[in-house]
């Protein structure tokens, strides 16, 4: 199973580009008018700016609320837009800890660690027939864990020292991969002990992609989140 992000990426795009390019054109009708004091120019100028922003605007919304919520089972892959090619995420081991030992006392006394490994993968067969194979260095994301009513986790503060004193290596976020190439990153929530319906979000961290039609983070647009179950229980790390 695999979902992406935005659908008909190549499209969204071209269509955002496309507008933005039609725009700066009321802009250049506009300083025209203006300049030989034409209102049948500035008329256009205006007119055809409004509509645009309109019609985009009415398609991005639409979008939105014709979206639902998908949740990804663990090892299904959810699917960035990099223009020429597409970089893949997948949950793999989940692990839920009560202490990594004494000098990771830090969790609340009824809380719990939950360690999310986070594969990262460049799909060769997403791209472009002139990319080549040249490494790509993936765009920001923002990872946060929900609980059952929706409350937002996120990364716990002190998330490398835990991950080293579990002995667990991760590869930093934004590493560059060839095509066909992977690696995993563990990332550390602190939540409550009798938490047991969480769900991961990973979203791109690129404030423009809210203007883009079908892109989870646009207005009113639904997440693609991933289950965070079953959790493997991890026993406590004995102090030395």
Known sequence: MSAYMPQFAPIVVLAFLGTAFLLAVSVLLLLAGLVRKSRAILRLGWMSGVVLLLCYSEI??????????????????????????????????????????????????????????????????????????????????????????????????????????????????????????????????EVPASESSSRLLLTSADEENALLWGDENSLLHKKILFALSPERETPPKKSQ
């Not at 989940?94 to 809380?111: H, K, L, P, Y």
């Not at 998330?159 to 004193?165: K, Q, S």
């Not at 992977?182 to 990332?187: D, E, G, I, K, L």
């Open 60 to 189: 991005l919304l639409g979008l939105s609320l014709l979206s639902r919520e998908v949740v990804l089972p663990v090892g299904a892959w959810k699917y960035f837009c990099e223009i020429d090619c597409h970089v893949a995420y997948s949950v793999g081991d989940i692990r839920s800890i009560a202490s990594a030992g004494a000098e990771m006392q830090q969790v609340a006394g009824n809380g719990k660690f939950v360690v999310v490994q986070v594969k990262t993968w460049f799909d060769p067969s997403t791209i472009s027939a002139h990319r080549g194979d040249g490494p790509l260095t993936p765009n920001g994301r923002i990872v946060r864990l929900l609980d059952g009513s929706g409350r937002s986790y996120e990364r716990f503060a002190h998330e490398d020292e835990l991950l080293a004193a579990l002995g667990l290596a991760s590869t930093p976020w934004r590493t560059a991969l060839r095509p066909g190439e992977s690696y995993a990153t563990f990332v550390v929530f």
